[in-house]
């Protein structure tokens, strides 16, 4: 059920209205303004069910608070508590009066991002796109040049091995079992936590034979529990099956097997090795960043699962940006991680640092090449501004999830720095977003503050 609009109390009459005590030259402020919020209660609305339930949140307060967490880099607790302590948040997410109270529990997004996927965070970021193509930032000539990379979009998960993947392993099936009722003959929580020290204390010492004996330990334990609650399981629990499963996966696994178990509790994580000096392995998922060579606007973000080659994910990012955009991408710059790409798009695909067998490469070629350099501070800043170093959303659903968020806080990031653009260019600025609400919104007084 949507949520009932709010009735005016007695008490209002006589309390200020945040428009009015706020600086109405907040650059959040004004982005609250232009951004088209009607265009996603359109889209979400077939997600309620009319008079049927509790009345939800609103749906604006929700898309703000997961605007709001991406861009300034806050957890689902953080980001309701500084709503709290923030007008401009609270006026950015549609609220008239100023909150004394939270307007919701954290988990209430976590639930609300399950129930529209991720191809409704696909229409969170489009309007991030769609916003700046209004206020004229993006232009089509911005999408001539395009620059595109992939980056490990890593997993909030310690470092696996096997003896702690054993040992959680069994701790999980004993769980499990005890609340189902099922009598163990052992279950070595004891004995297996003595073999997990032991084996940690071996392997800081350098001492890999004994470690590896402690390992073995924790596998025998785990393989004894895993074959005592098969024999005793008696009804079709598809839950546990799924756990048994796993646990079977995580005992016949060798070292140099592919699809291996590298987390319990997120068995989608893959092990991604970049060629970096500092971190040789990533676990997690690939992730595809497409920004325009000109002002870095991240206009294509895909989560990939599968571990998939650089040059095979090309011709999905170029589709996403040409469809979230509606305009064609003329020149691709890559690195030379996308030699032998799979495209036969009409888009130009240029590898940097490699060597040209027909004609020489002319001046501003080589300058467009270089430029390709630009997308990797912009992945950094991703990671360490936008929630894209570390993922602790669950499941395949929730990597594309987290990305589209990480793409949409980047986003709203160089949309809030426009405002603080010199006079005479942020008054060019505001008459074409006047134009681009007249085309789209039919809210008079949005158009009569921004003419204002």
């Known amino acids: 059920m949507q949520a009932k609009k709010r009735k005016k109390s007695p008490e209002d009459l006589f309390r200020s209205r945040l428009d009015q005590i706020l600086d109405n030259q907040h650059p959040l402020f004004k982005l609250s303004d232009i951004i ?22 609103a749906i604006r307060l929700l898309v703000g608070l997961h605007y ?84 490990v979009q890593e997993k909030a998960i310690a470092f696996p091995t096997d003896a702690r993947l054993c040992y959680k392993m069994r701790e999980k099936l004993v769980t499990e079992a005890e609340k189902r009722g099922i009598d163990l003959r052992q279950n070595y929580r004891r004995l297996g936590k003595k073999a997990l020290v032991k084996q940690g204390r071996y392997s800081h010492a350098r001492q890999m034979n004994r470690a590896r004996k402690e390992t073995k330990k924790l596998k025998i334990y785990l393989g004894r529990v895993t074959r005592d609650i098969r024999r005793k399981l008696v009804e079709t629990d598809a839950g546990f099956e799924d756990l048994l499963y796993l646990s079977e996966r995580l005992l016949a696994q060798k070292r140099d097997d592919k699809n291996k178990i590298y987390s319990i509790h997120a068995p989608e994580v893959e092990c991604i090795a970049k060629g970096k000096v ?92 270089r430029r390709r350099n630009a997308i990797e501070p912009k992945i950094g800043h991703l990671k360490s501004e936008n929630r894209m170093n570390r993922n602790y959303l669950k499941g395949t659903n929730g990597d594309r999830i987290n990305a ?44 009569h503050y921004l003419e204002a």
């Open 36 to 57: 088209n919020w009607k265009y996603f209660e359109k889209e979400f609305g077939s997600f309620y069910v009319e008079n049927k339930g509790r009345p939800g949140k």
């Open 68 to 151: 709001l967490k991406h861009t300034y880099n806050e957890s689902d607790e953080s980001v309701v508590e500084r709503f709290l302590e923030n007008p401009y948040w609270q006026y950015f997410c549609g609220f008239e009066y100023f909150q004394h109270k939270f307007p919701l529990d954290p988990t209430s997004l976590v639930k609300w991002r399950n129930r529209i996927g991720a191809s409704g965070m696909e229409k969170l970021f489009c309007q991030t796109l769609k916003t700046a193509q209004g206020l004229g930032l993006l232009k089509k000539n911005h999408l001539h040049k395009v620059n595109i990379d992939t980056t």
């Open 278 to 369: 500092h971190k040789r392995y990533e676990f997690g998922c690939k992730v595809s960043v497409a920004t325009t060579s000109r002002d870095n606007w991240i206009v294509g973000i895909q989560a990939h699962h599968g571990n998939p080659y650089d040059g095979h994910t090309l011709g999905d990012v170029l589709k996403q940006v040409e469809q979230l955009t509606a305009w064609q991408v003329k020149d691709v710059y890559c690195d030379r991680g996308y030699r032998g790409y799979k495209y036969d798009g009409n888009a130009d695909v240029h590898i940097a640092g490699q060597r040209n067998r027909g004609r020489p490469k002319t001046r501003t070629q080589r300058k467009w090449l």
């Open 404 to 447: 589209y968020l990480s793409g949409c806080g980047a986003n709203l990031r160089k949309l809030l720095a426009a405002f603080f653009l010199p006079f005479f260019i942020f008054d060019r600025i505001i008459k074409n977003s006047v134009k681009y609400f007249q085309r789209t919104v039919n809210t008079k007084s949005q158009i």
